[in-house]
C-alpha cells in the first residue's frame, strides 16, 4: 500500500511536468486530489488502519483512474492503469482473502468496460495529440507492467521466504523428535536397570534373613546383620542418587557466591566417616578467597560424588594414599580438579564411565549412576567434565564452570 501510494505521487509529479512541458491543459485540482489522496491513505497507513487503508486506496483508485481515463482519448492508454489495480488488488489481499482480491480486480474490469462503452465524462477534456498520445501510452505501460511484475515478484519472495521457514522448522523437530527419542530410550534403561538395582539388594537381604534364622551361633548372626545394614545403605545412597537425577532435572537453576574453598572442605568433611576415608590424605592447593557464582545444591551432587569416587577407588595395595583438591582460575572460567593415586580407569572404558549404569571395574560397589548424573547437573550450570586416567597409577577430574553463571 505504501509503495502504491509512492507510485501515486511520482506519476502524477511526472504528469504535471509532462502536460504542462507539452502544453496540455489540466485543472490543477486533478493532480492535487491524486496528492490528497496519497496523502490520506498514507496517514490512515501510520496509524495502522490497515484495512480501512486497503479499502479506501482501491476504491478510490478505481474511481480516480475511471474519472481521468474517461476525460481523455483512449490512445493515452489510461485504463491499462486497471492491470495496476488489478494487480495491487490481488497483491493486497493475496489467496487467503481471495474474495476481497476478486471483489476488487471486479471492480476494475467493470469500471474498464465502462470507459470504453459509456460517453460519461466528470472533469474537462484533456486534450492530448496523438503524437502525445504514443508518449502517455508508453509511461502508462509501463507503470502498469512494472507494478504487475513486482506484485508477482512480492509474492513469489513470501512463498520462498514461507517455505525456508518451514524448513528450518523442519529442522528444529526432526531435532526435537531426535532428542524425545534419545530421553524415551534413556527413561526405559533408568527404569529397567533402577528396578533390576533395587530388587538385588531385597532378594540378598531375604537370604541374609532366611540365613540368620537358621544360624544358632551369635557372633554369626551378628555378622549377617552387619551384612544387611550394608545392603541398606547401598539401597540407601542409589536412592538418594535418583532423588539426586530427579531434583536436577526438575527444580530451577539457583544463583549464589560459593566460596571454593570452604565449600569443598564441607563436602569432605560430610564424607568423614566413609568406608576407606580414613586412609586417605586430603592435599589442598585452592586459594582461601575464591567465589564461584553458581547452584550450590547442584555443585554438592557434582563434588560429592567425584570425591566419595576417589576415596571408594582408592587403591589399597597402596602405601599412601591421596586425594588432590585443586583450582585454577580465570575471569571468565574455573577449573576445579579432583585427583587421585588410586585404582585408575582402563583406557578402553574410560569414555562410558559418564554413561547411565556404568562400572569400569568389576568389583565397583556403586550403581553407576554417579557420572552420569554429575554430567547431567553439570550440563545445567553450563560446566563440562573431562578425565584423564591411567589404570594403577590414577585419576584425573578436570570439571569447568562458568565463574558467573548467566
Ligand atoms: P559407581 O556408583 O559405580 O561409582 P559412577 O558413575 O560414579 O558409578 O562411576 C562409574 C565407574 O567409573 C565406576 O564404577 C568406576 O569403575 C569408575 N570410576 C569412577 N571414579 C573413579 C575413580 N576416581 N577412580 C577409578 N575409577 C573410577
Known amino acids: 500500500m505504501k509503495h502504491l501510494n509512492i507510485l501515486v505521487v511520482v506519476a502524477t509529479v511526472a504528469y504535471a511536468f509532462l502536460d504542462k512541458y507539452l502544453g496540455i491543459v489540466v485543472e490543477p485540482y486533478v493532480y492535487i486530489s491524486f496528492l490528497l489522496f496519497a496523502?490520506?491513505?498514507?496517514?490512515?497507513?501510520?496509524y495502522g488502519y490497515v484495512e480501512m487503508a486497503k479499502v479506501f486506496g482501491l476504491v478510490l483508485f478505481n474511481?480516480?483512474?475511471?474519472?481521468?481515463?474517461?476525460s481523455e482519448p483512449f490512445s493515452t492508454g489510461m485504463y491499462l492503469q486497471y492491470v495496476t489495480a488489478g494487480s495491487v488488488a490481488l497483491a493486497l489481499y493475496g489467496y487467503e482473502q481471495w474474495k476481497g482480491a476478486l471483489l476488487f480486480v471486479l471492480l476494475s474490469l467493470i469500471l474498464n468496460v465502462i470507459v470504453f462503452t459509456s460517453e460519461v465524462s466528470?472533469?474537462?477534456?484533456?486534450?492530448?495529440e496523438s503524437d502525445q498520445a504514443n508518449v502517455f501510452f508508453v509511461i502508462n505501460t509501463l507503470i502498469a507492467a512494472v507494478v504487475s511484475v513486482y506484485a508477482f515478484m512480492f509474492y513469489s519472495k513470501i512463498n520462498y521466504e514461507s517455505e525456508l521457514a518451514l524448513k528450518a522448522n523442519e529442522n528444529i523437530i526432526r531435532n526435537q523428535n531426535a532428542e524425545l527419542l534419545k530421553a524415551n530410550e534413556e527413561l526405559d534403561r533408568f527404569v529397567y536397570s533402577a528396578s533390576h538395582d533395587l530388587r538385588s539388594p531385597l532378594a540378598t537381604l531375604t537370604g541374609l534373613i532366611n540365613l540368620s534364622k537358621l544360624e544358632k551361633d551369635d557372633a554369626e548372626k551378628l555378622k549377617y546383620l552387619d551384612l544387611m545394614k550394608e545392603r541398606i545403605r547401598a539401597m540407601d545412597s542409589f536412592i538418594s542418587e535418583i532423588i539426586d537425577y530427579s531434583r536436577n532435572s526438575r527444580v530451577e537453576v539457583?544463583?549464589?557466591d560459593v566460596n571454593a574453598k570452604m565449600f569443598l572442605e564441607s563436602i569432605a568433611d560430610d564424607l568423614r566417616y566413609y568406608a576407606g576415608k580414613e586412609?586417605?590424605?586430603?592435599?589442598?592447593e585452592i586459594p582461601e578467597d575464591l567465589v564461584i557464582v553458581t547452584d550450590l545444591s547442584r555443585l554438592k551432587i557434582i563434588f560429592s560424588n567425584l570425591i566419595s569416587n576417589a576415596i571408594k577407588y582408592h587403591d589399597p595395595a597402596k602405601k599412601i594414599s591421596w586425594i588432590k583438591l585443586k583450582t585454577e582460575s580465570d575471569i571468565q572460567e574455573i577449573k576445579i580438579i579432583v585427583e587421585d593415586n588410586g585404582i585408575g580407569i582402563n583406557k578402553e572404558l574410560k569414555d562410558s564411565i559418564f554413561d547411565m549404569f556404568y562400572r569400569a571395574h568389576e568389583?565397583?560397589?556403586?550403581?553407576?549412576l554417579g557420572l552420569y548424573i554429575v554430567k547431567e547437573t553439570l550440563a545445567k550450570l553450563n560446566g563440562k567434565i573431562v578425565v584423564e586416567s591411567s589404570e594403577g597409577e590414577g585419576s584425573r577430574f578436570l570439571v569447568t564452570l562458568p565463574a558467573t553463571l548467566k
Not at 39 to 46: C, H, M, P, V
Not at 63 to 70: D, E, G, N, R, S
Not at 363 to 368: A, L, M, N, P, Q
Request: proline share 3%; aromatic share 10%; charged share 15%.
Open 254 to 256: 539457583k544463583k549464589e
Open 39 to 46: 496523502a490520506i491513505n498514507g496517514t490512515l497507513l501510520r
Open 63 to 70: 474511481v480516480m483512474i475511471f474519472i481521468v481515463a474517461t
Open 122 to 128: 466528470f472533469i474537462p477534456w484533456r486534450a492530448v
Open 363 to 368: 568389583h565397583s560397589t556403586g550403581s553407576g
Open 279 to 284: 586412609s586417605i590424605e586430603i592435599h589442598w
